[in-house]
C-alpha cells in the first residue's frame, strides 16, 4: 500500500524560501513521482516530477525557482522552492504516478500541505 506524507509547508513572505519534503512508502522504482498544487476554486495543477533516474519535469510558472529532488534510497522527495511569490499560495501534494501500462495510470497523493505566501 502506497502511503505519502508531505512536511514543511507555511507562512512566509514573498522573496522567500520553503522545502516541502515528502516521505513515500510502497512505491516502486518505477513510479514517477512529483508535486502539484491546488489553489482555492482552482483545479489541481502539476508543479514538477521526478523519475527515479533523475528525469525532472517543471511548470512553466516555477521553472528557475523551484528544484525538485528524489531520494531512492530513503524513498523522499524534496521540493526546494525560492522565490516564492504570492501566486504561489495552495495546498501543496505529494503525488505518486503508477503506470500499469504505457495508456494506464494510477494516482497516489498525500494529504497536502498549506503554502501561503504573503505579499
Known amino acids: 500500500q502506497v502511503q505519502l506524507v508531505e512536511s514543511g509547508g507555511g507562512l512566509v513572505q514573498a522573496g522567500g524560501s520553503l522545502r516541502l519534503s515528502c516521505a513515500a512508502s510502497g512505491i516502486f522504482s518505477t513510479d514517477v513521482m512529483g508535486w502539484y498544487r491546488q489553489a482555492p476554486g482552482q483545479q489541481r495543477d502539476l508543479v514538477a516530477t521526478?523519475?527515479?533516474?533523475?528525469?525532472?519535469n517543471y511548470a512553466d510558472s516555477v521553472k528557475g525557482r523551484f528544484t525538485i529532488s528524489r531520494d531512492n534510497a530513503k524513498n523522499t522527495v524534496d521540493l526546494r522552492m525560492n522565490i516564492l511569490k504570492p501566486e504561489d499560495t495552495a495546498v501543496y501534494y505529494c503525488?505518486?504516478?503508477?503506470?500499469?501500462?504505457?495508456?494506464?495510470?494510477?494516482?497516489?497523493w498525500g494529504q497536502g500541505t498549506q503554502v501561503t505566501v504573503s505579499s
Open positions: 503525488n505518486a504516478k503508477r503506470y500499469t501500462s504505457p495508456w494506464s495510470v494510477y494516482d497516489y
Open positions: 521526478v523519475t527515479s533516474g533523475g528525469n525532472t
